[in-house]
């Protein structure tokens, strides 16, 4: 990959992560899950928001060893 390319796959990156985090904080309601992580969505009730909690963690989760790996 050209230098180019890796800074443009990094900005992606770093789009889809805020992407998750916002989806995170306003399905949660609090920041508790960057620490507790998938503890923090057993006491979401309305199971589709828990499915969306579970779904943008997976996607944080993903690009976080994406950008371990690209360094």
Do not use: P
């Not at 309305?46 to 993903?62: E, L, V």
Request: aromatic residues 10%.
């Amino acid at each position: 990959m050209s230098v180019a390319q890796v800074k443009n796959l990094q900005r992606r990156l770093d789009n889809l992560a805020r992407e998750a985090e916002t989806e995170l904080n306003r399905t949660c309601g609090h920041e508790l899950w960057q620490s507790v992580g998938f503890d923090a969505f057993d006491g979401i009730e309305d199971m589709d928001r828990r499915a969306s909690a579970n779904y943008y963690y997976g996607q944080w989760q993903t690009v976080r060893e994406l950008q371990d790996v690209l360094g």
